[in-house]
């Protein structure tokens, strides 16, 4: 019986393996895409919170990117986007002491749950070493069905390409959710809104969107925020 038992022990460990890695990539830069609702009575709380763990998280090993940013159109929602030189410096700021403090305090003024969303990079590039005020950022949660995944990363990295040619452009970059692979993270930069109006009109904008609509598992979401 115990032989029987550690058979099935293994076998499991073996089968859990690809999923685990799978989940987590071991190497490469590691991103986090933060979505954050709050009582509508407690946005100026929450801004205050969120500019305090993100002046403590840049500060911390490996960071590469700690951007937080206010929903224009709904202003008790809130947004972070995270890069880390690796996934170990991801892991460890996770479980630091500056973001377990945060959501502590944040708790209690939550509308929803705290969803946030580890990544990796399929289409990314540097970010801008400074935003102008009137700078609009876009995050877009794009959802296709399983068999089209591969379909949709060509997809979003020619959408990359092709956007990134645009001179109003400051940054646009697509990760890959590590525990849905057919599940992405859209991330732009623009100078101003009439920049981002311009590139949903433009033609490869326009071809894009047309070819994900049959692919897709949900709504396209895209939504529009301010950098706090």
Same mark, same amino acid.
């Given at each position: 019986m115990k032989v029987f038992c550690g058979m099935l022990?293994?076998?499991?460990?073996?089968?859990?393996?690809?999923?685990?890695?799978?989940?987590?990539? *071991?190497?490469?830069?590691?991103?986090?895409?933060?979505?954050?609702?709050?009582?509508?009575? *407690?946005?100026?709380?929450a801004a205050g919170l969120l500019k305090q763990v993100a002046a403590a998280s840049r500060k911390e090993a490996g960071n590469q990117r700690f951007d937080i940013l206010q929903r224009i159109d709904r202003k008790n929602q809130f947004a972070i986007l995270e890069a880390w030189t690796d996934l170990k410096a991801a892991e460890a700021h996770a479980a630091g002491a500056a973001l377990k403090q945060f959501k502590d305090k944040l708790k209690p003024i939550q509308a929803s749950f705290y969803d946030e969303r580890p990544s990796k990079g399929i289409?990314?590039?540097?970010?801008?070493?400074?935003?102008?005020r009137n700078a609009i950022f876009a995050i877009t949660h794009v959802d296709v069905t399983p068999p089209n995944t591969d379909g949709c990363i060509a997809m979003l990295k020619k959408l990359a390409d092709?956007?990134?040619?645009?001179?109003?452009?400051?940054?646009?970059? *697509?990760?890959?959710?590590?525990?849905?692979?057919?599940?992405?993270?859209?991330?732009?930069?623009w100078k101003d809104r009439a920049a981002i109006d311009?590139?949903?009109?433009?033609? *490869?904008?326009?071809?894009?969107?047309?070819?994900?609509?049959?692919?897709?598992?949900?709504?396209?979401?895209?939504?529009?925020?301010k950098s706090l």
């Open positions: 022990i293994a076998a499991a460990t073996i089968a859990a393996a690809p999923m685990a890695l799978a989940q987590a990539p *071991a190497s490469g830069t590691a991103y986090v895409v933060t979505y954050i609702e709050i009582l509508p009575s *407690a946005q100026g709380e289409a990314v590039a540097p970010s801008p070493s400074s935003v102008g092709d956007t990134r040619k645009e001179t109003k452009s400051e940054q646009f970059e *697509a990760w890959q959710q590590n525990n849905r692979a057919n599940h992405f993270t859209v991330t732009e930069i311009s590139h949903v009109m433009a033609a *490869a904008t326009k071809d894009f969107r047309e070819k994900l609509g049959p692919m897709s598992g949900a709504l396209y979401d895209e939504r529009l925020y």
